[in-house]
């Protein structure tokens, strides 16, 4: 089957700090990739995505690179905000597959302190 | 703007009774999604349809159900015979056809008194 493994949280920086959130995934087919955000008792916000080995999904400073030799999409950003501060998500879903189904980490909460 | 809608945000229930969710979309996309989030927990999808008039159980439909007479609509109920039906509760959709990233409405939250 299918399935995402995010590194355990809670993670907590300092403002301007590096930021890796490690995502593993084991995959059926040919996954596409996803990170997600999630804001206090809201819900998920696309935060970046690729579709193939060795695509890079960026988005507001952050970015995750597609690795197929490792089955990995690594979230990064150089350096961090307080309005950074949300619980991450990492997912895949199955190209071809036949219900679009998205398959989630348990995500990691990132605070972030000024 | 075009978004998903869910109402209410915060939903209140007696143990014993069925309560609907509602869920619209103005984006003109084919395939809608139902999750459950639990604390400290990923996603887990209980209910898709890929087009009007049908939809397919996800991996946790045991006490849910729904229904897709129009396009833009995808309602789940939670009856009473969900065991614990406490949860935050996400809509999403996506184009369908190929095109597989979802976006996701605001969220429900259901508490069971």
């Known amino acids: 089957g299918n399935s995402v493994t995010q590194m355990e949280g809670p993670v907590t920086l300092s403002e301007e700090a590096f930021l890796t959130i490690n995502c593993t995934y084991t995959?059926?087919?040919?996954?596409?990739l996803f990170w997600y955000v999630q804001y206090p008792g809201e819900g998920l916000q696309l935060l970046l995505k690729?579709?193939?080995?060795?695509d890079k999904g960026s988005n507001k400073g952050f970015e995750a690179t597609y690795r197929k030799e490792t089955t990995s999409f690594h979230l990064e950003k150089g350096s961090v905000q307080v309005s950074d501060s949300a619980v991450y998500f990492c997912?895949?879903?199955?190209?071809?597959?036949?219900?679009?189904?998205?398959?989630f980490g348990k995500g990691t909460l990132l605070t972030v302190n000024p | 703007d075009g978004g998903i809608t869910q109402s209410p945000k915060y939903l209140f229930r007696k143990e014993g009774q069925n309560v609907t969710l509602s869920c619209e979309q103005n984006?003109?996309?084919?395939?809608m999604y139902w999750y459950r989030q639990d604390p400290g927990q990923g996603l887990r999808l209980i209910y898709y349809?890929?087009?009007?008039?049908?939809?397919q159980k996800g991996d946790i439909a045991e006490g849910y159900s729904v229904s897709r007479e129009k396009k833009e609509s995808f309602p789940l109920t939670v009856t009473s015979a969900q065991k614990n039906p406490t949860a935050f509760y996400l809509c999403?959709?996506?184009?369908?056809?190929?095109?597989?990233?979802?976006?996701f409405g605001p969220g429900t939250r259901l508490t069971v008194l």
């Open positions: 690729a579709t193939k080995a060795d």
């Open positions: 999403a959709s996506s184009m369908g056809d190929g095109h597989y990233t979802q976006y």
């Open positions: 984006l003109n996309h084919d395939a």
């Open positions: 995959a059926t087919g040919y996954p596409s």
């Open positions: 349809s890929q087009i009007v008039n049908d939809f």
């Open positions: 997912a895949l879903t199955i190209r071809g597959g036949s219900n679009y189904k998205l398959t």
